[in-house]
């Protein structure tokens, strides 16, 4: 257990930076009903293949609307810092997340994507790993970023299960920071499809305001929970 009573930087640097963690949800709002109605501009792909059936995603931010998987799949870059990310066709018509995420205490983003688990859809246990793509050697999180997670519509009989620490408890206009080091995978059991929204961001020059939120959002959901 990590105590409240530390600094902002010292609960921050526990929470994503340790391997042990499991998940944050964070202090934050948004126009949920606006963001429902921005799903509509998603042009939505396979992503990943058929080892995750009816998993698809469609990026607002990125190489490309359709280019929704890792930097290394699309071009021959030396790194990430290469990479040619920017707001795609998709974020003319999604004007309320656009600027939400300019907001945000990150201070540029790799991928932010839709992502859509269709009814009946699963997504196999896996681990996201940091440090498997070129330049991802000795990654501090809080330098590097980690991704967001809000669930935009999630339906019941929807389930992340990560691997111990059970199910995330997602409802729609939660957002959170999980420890995806660890195995996890999704299943829907609905009869309808499930939209989250995932953002990959750099704190950079904000870095003090994201340090501040993770914070914030720790020490608010401790007193949640004893």
């Known amino acids: 257990m990590i105590s409240t009573n530390m600094n902002d930087y010292d609960i921050a640097n526990k929470v994503l930076n340790d391997p042990s963690t499991g998940w944050l949800e964070l202090d934050i709002e948004f126009d949920l009903d606006a963001w429902k109605r921005e799903t509509d501009a998603a042009l939505f792909v396979d992503h990943r293949g058929k080892e995750h059936p009816g998993w698809n995603s469609s990026c607002i931010h990125g190489i490309d609307v359709d280019k929704t998987g890792a930097w290394t799949n699309y071009g021959d870059w030396k790194n990430e810092n290469e990479v040619p990310y920017k707001w795609t066709s998709i974020s003319e ?90 195995v996890h995978s999704f299943v829907n059991n609905s009869n309808t499809s499930r939209i989250h929204l ?26 949640q929970t004893h």
């Open 198 to 223: 995932i953002a990959h961001g750099i704190p950079g020059r904000r870095k003090k305001e994201f340090i501040e939120l993770i914070a914030r959002s720790y020490r608010k959901q401790n007193e």
């Open 93 to 182: 018509h999604t004007p309320n997340i656009k600027s939400f995420w300019e907001q945000f205490p990150y201070e540029s983003y790799r991928r932010i994507r839709f992502m859509q688990l269709e009814s009946g859809g699963r997504i196999n246990p896996h681990s996201d790993a940091p440090g498997r793509l070129p330049g991802e050697d000795n990654l501090d999180m809080l330098e590097f970023g980690v991704p967001i997670n809000i669930a935009i519509i999630h339906p019941d009989d929807c389930y992340m299960t990560l691997e111990g620490h059970g199910t995330v408890p997602f409802k729609e206009g939660k957002a959170f920071i999980i420890n995806i080091r660890n």
